[in-house]
């Protein structure tokens, strides 16, 4: 009954350190719940960060379970279904391959009607097994929920489900009344090109070094920080001693307050040549930097091109160079375009936004499956 609080149930392959981009909305989605409506409950397949630290904010569970196919994934699939049914979760909603199969089936076999799959990139890393593992996964959910249209219609497209079975609810930041944004007010003596992500080849961090390359012969007193970490570390500090630039870009490591690391920062970058819709744009947004991003996936969602910031072909360091050495040397355009991109992330990516929109989401769905 949608007059008691409503179970919902997340299962998701691994909650690594808890700070990438999936795993960070789902915590601050549970962690802003109504709980006078709604009652969370989280599932980790494997184990992980994130589990050892024990630092949760709803029952929390790890399974313990690495390989599909194995008398143990049988067995833990149906213990899983059973505590579903013991709980009496009215919701499950899946995160990454392999909670998908493993929360789908068992949500199925517990008779949970509203199961929601979890979209959030364009399916860049899909090879033949997941592609397999998906084929089978996609037998159970209802909808499926992505976090931008362009991630709704690619994976549609890549995973031959209809388009009108997805739902599509947008990130949210949430924006102190008391953030007062960038400083791109004025041409400072020390200008800063930040780029959050993490260092994978997915995000070319290398599209950012080789544009930074060209910037400074022009702009000379600009830095570059690049904050997050990742496999790619060793090799893109070998390609900014490569071209000099080891005294210009700074390698910040991973960060858990992001906002703390945009103060002061000028321009805002993002260069990944696949991305479902992107946390670091909006904490771009909500600072009140101006962005110039990569125009793939839900990037335009979020970006309007001229209005908010500016988007340039993937892989284009040259392009990425003129851009930024632009918007360093333009700050009045560099000041428009940061706050236009501030005013849009309060009205259309706020963490209250979005919140409201989960909320009434999984109402609706509890509706509307409920009385089947």
């Known amino acids: ?33 109504d709980r006078t409506r709604f009652e969370p409950f989280l599932v980790s ?31 833990k699939r149906k213990q899983l279904a059973q505590r579903m049914r ?37 399916g860049y890393s899909y090879g033949l097994k997941e592609r397999l593992l998906l084929k089978l996964a996609n037998r159970y959910p209802r909808r499926w929920l992505a976090n931008s249209q362009a991630v709704a219609d690619t994976i549609s497209r890549l995973e031959a489900i209809d388009r009108s079975r997805f739902d599509v609810i947008y990130n949210g930041v949430e924006i102190p009344a008391s953030d007062t944004g960038g400083t791109a007010t004025a041409v400072t003596p020390n200008q800063t090109v930040v780029m959050v992500a993490n260092l994978r080849p997915v995000k070319a961090v290398d599209t950012l070094i080789r544009a930074a390359a060209v910037v400074v012969k022009s702009v000379p007193n600009v830095r570059f920080a690049i904050v997050g970490d990742g496999p790619q570390r060793t090799s893109l500090l070998k390609l900014t001693a490569e071209l000099s630039l080891t005294d210009q870009v700074d390698f910040v490591g991973s960060a858990s307050d992001v906002r703390s690391t945009l103060r002061g920062a000028t321009v805002g970058v993002l260069t990944s040549t696949s991305e479902g819709f992107s946390n670091a744009i909006l904490e771009y947004m909500c600072a009140g930097l101006p962005v110039v991003a990569t125009d793939v996936g839900g990037n335009r969602e979020a970006v309007l091109d001229g209005k908010t910031g500016l988007l340039i072909a993937p892989a284009d360091h040259g392009a990425l160079a003129s851009k930024l050495i632009y918007l360093l040397t333009h ?19 706020s963490l209250a936004a979005m919140i409201r929109n989960y909320q009434e989401y999984y109402i609706r769905l509890v509706k509307q499956f409920g009385s089947e």
Request: aromatic residues 8%.
């Open 1 to 33: 009954m949608v007059s008691d609080r409503i179970k919902i149930m997340y299962v998701i392959g691994s909650m690594g350190h808890g700070r990438a981009g999936t795993e960070r909305n789902l915590l601050t989605i549970i962690e802003h719940l």
């Open 45 to 75: 397949l494997q184990d992980c960060e994130y589990i050892q630290q024990g630092k949760f904010i709803c029952d929390t569970a790890c399974l313990h379970l690495y390989r599909m196919f194995t008398p143990a994934m049988w067995r």
């Open 86 to 122: 013991e709980l009496g979760i009215d919701v499950v909603q899946t995160f990454f391959v392999e909670g998908h199969l493993v929360g789908g089936a068992a949500a199925r076999m517990a008779g949970v009607k509203a199961i929601i799959s979890s979209r959030r990139n364009l």
């Open 331 to 349: 700050s009045d355009e560099s000041l428009r375009l940061g706050q236009a991109g501030r005013e849009r992330a309060e009205s259309e990516f």
